[in-house]
């Protein structure tokens, strides 16, 4: 099974600050990772499959990037309404897995 | 527009049956990949079991293998979740989505139902 590590567990930041979430995967998976983000009592919200390819909606200051182990997603300038649990997800082998998730806040 | 409504989600006790239901609409279901994802109270999300468009191939997460059962109905855009043999560690809200791409699997998820709870406990 692919192990995917998330970190920070938590993140504190102003509006207008950037945001670094990480996802480190236990062996390769290629660029098979896909970010989803839930906000608190909604399903996820795709936003971002094969590392970088954004899904449908998702705003600009949104971007993913990595290949292999480490993988990363950016929020350029942090909106209040980011708040939520963010999630990587690999496809390069069964089972299919999730990271622990990174919760984003507004300081 | 796309829509994935769950149901059959109850309380039952350890050791009991339930059935899932993900009704589909707003997209040809026949022509997509589906899944069942978990998640426990205040916990992440578990990837459960998937299905190929066909539905002749199906993939379980080691938890829930041999224990559930995942199918679907092509011809009434509906997805199941036969759930057997349940344990405490199986309460969660259990979603339904679709795969990004059709007539392929890509198995990465871009429209979720609002999910179906589902407890066990005596």
């Known amino acids: 099974e692919i192990v995917l590590t998330q970190s920070p567990a938590t993140l504190s930041l102003s509006p207008g600050e950037r945001a670094t979430l990480s996802c480190r995967a236990s062996q390769s998976v290629s660029t098979y990772l896909a970010w989803y983000q839930q906000k608190p009592g909604q399903a996820p919200r795709l936003l971002f499959y094969?590392?970088?390819n954004r899904a449908t909606g998702i705003p600009a200051r949104f971007s993913g990037s990595g290949s292999g182990t480490d993988f990363t997603l950016t929020i350029t300038s942090l909106e209040p309404e980011d708040i939520g649990v963010y999630y990587c997800?690999?496809?390069?082998?069964?089972?299919?897995?999730f990271g622990g998730g990174t919760k984003v806040q507004i300081k | 527009e796309v829509q994935l409504v769950e149901s059959g989600g109850t309380v039952v006790q350890p050791g009991g049956s339930l059935r899932l239901s993900c009704a589909a609409s707003g997209f040809t279901f026949s022509n997509f990949a589906m899944t069942w994802v978990r998640q426990a109270p205040g916990k992440g999300l578990e990837w459960v079991a998937g299905?190929?468009?066909?539905?002749?191939?199906?993939y379980y997460a080691d938890s829930v293998r041999g224990r559930f059962s995942i199918s679907r109905d092509n011809s009434k855009s509906t997805l199941f979740l036969q759930m057997n043999s349940l344990r405490a560690d199986d309460s969660a809200v259990y979603y339904c989505?679709?795969?990004?791409?059709?007539?392929?699997?890509?198995?990465?998820?871009?429209?979720w139902g609002q999910g179906t709870p589902v407890t066990v406990s005596s």
């Open positions: 094969d590392a970088f």
């Open positions: 989505a679709k795969d990004v791409v059709p007539d392929d699997y890509v198995w990465v998820f871009d429209f």
């Open positions: 997800q690999q496809r390069r082998g069964w089972p299919l897995t």
């Open positions: 299905l190929t468009s066909s539905g002749k191939t199906a």
